[in-house]
């Protein structure tokens, strides 16, 4: 006989895990971002950080219609927006990112690859991407982040072994936050209809994304930024607290 209260725990459990950084961050999350995100500072500039924050009308065009074409052209403005020159990356939506589920409880899809090459660095999406364009500007932010991190030399994977995080805290840098942090976690059908399951994508996930999203307001002088009304609840709540707690 099955324990309801018993199922319910573990269900809260795997959710608080799948919502908490998916590696160490070394001296904890609230020092790392700060260092982490004085380094981004340091190495691209105070400007950057200093850019209006990118809200989903300014990157998504109305009647997107999820097609390659339409996909292709959100990558551009993420890139501009990321400073990679045109042609920088190579883009293919060839990635095979299909669903599958690590148990019963959890989805986890390959949705993204930064891939170097000697005729030119290339970044691989999952074809179905193209649907979801609040993920699509997220996962392709991540992977244009090693662009700028690996593919520039300024990192390298032996001395950052943080480096995945590294990356996901790149696009809160350079304003794409809302997107990272909105597509972090979320509930998917199982594919017996029955329910739903988890995903939760990057390396951050919503707690760091909360914590980096406060200190990159606190940066830019926002007490209360007006762009946390575009966050999903619990990140904007999230926003909230850490936010009260760097300004105590």
């Known amino acids: 006989m099955r324990n309801p209260i018993g199922m319910i725990r573990r269900s809260q459990q795997l959710r608080s895990q799948l919502k908490a950084p998916r590696e160490r961050l070394p001296g904890g999350s609230r020092r790392w971002i700060r260092t982490s995100m004085d380094w981004l500072v340091a190495e691209f500039g105070r400007e950057v950080l200093l850019r209006p924050i990118a809200l989903p009308a300014d990157l998504i065009p109305a009647g997107y219609d999820g097609s390659v074409a339409a996909a292709t ?23 095979n990112g299909v669903r599958r589920s690590v148990n019963s409880m959890v989805v986890k899809e390959q949705s993204g690859r930064w891939i170097r090459g000697n005729g030119g660095n290339q970044i691989q999406l999952a074809p179905a991407l193209t649907a979801d364009p609040v993920a699509l500007i997220a996962i392709y932010a991540h992977e244009a982040g090693h662009e700028l991190l690996l593919g520039s030399g ?70 209360h930024p007006e762009w946390d009304r575009y966050l999903d609840p619990p990140v904007r709540r999230g926003l909230h607290n850490q936010l009260a707690i760097l300004h105590r």
């Open 73 to 95: 052209e959100l990558c551009d403005r993420v890139a501009e927006r990321m400073d990679l020159r045109p042609g920088q990356c190579g883009l293919s939506f060839e990635l």
């Open 154 to 223: 300024r990192i390298s994977l032996a001395r950052r072994p943080d480096h995945e995080s590294l990356t996901d805290l790149i696009t809160v840098f350079y304003g794409l936050g809302i997107f990272t942090a909105n597509a972090a976690y979320e509930r998917r059908p199982r594919p017996n209809g029955r329910g739903k399951q988890p995903l939760a994508r990057g390396y951050l996930r919503e707690a760091a994304l909360a914590e980096a999203l406060a200190h990159y307001a606190k940066l830019r002088g926002e007490r």
